[in-house]
């Protein structure tokens, strides 16, 4: 069953030194981790959004910055065509 999870992420708790540039498409990219409920919380959220770490720092007791909420909509979602999203770059708060 296909759901439509809503993330709101405050970009201003990325740590910038964790975002990669792709070396075949030249994007920018930062990996993040969702520890996605079926229920929800006092707050009505379903999870929560994380910056993620190598194995060596999870090992090392390191914990990602948590960057946002996670918020299920519904049933039926689709997915996004990435090369369809306009380029957010100048959006960015870095």
Known sequence: ???????QIDLTKI??????VSKKTG???????LFYNSEKDQYEQNGF?????SKEEREAGTKGNI????????GNGSPVDM???????????F
């Open 1 to 7: 069953m296909k759901k439509t999870i809503s993330l």
């Open 15 to 20: 740590e910038k030194s964790r975002i990669y």
């Open 27 to 33: 994007r920018k990219y930062l990996d993040a981790v």
């Open 49 to 53: 959004i994380v910056q993620s770490v």
């Open 67 to 74: 960057l946002g909420n996670a918020k299920e909509l519904g």
């Open 83 to 93: 090369d369809a999203v306009e380029d957010l770059d100048d959006d960015l708060p």
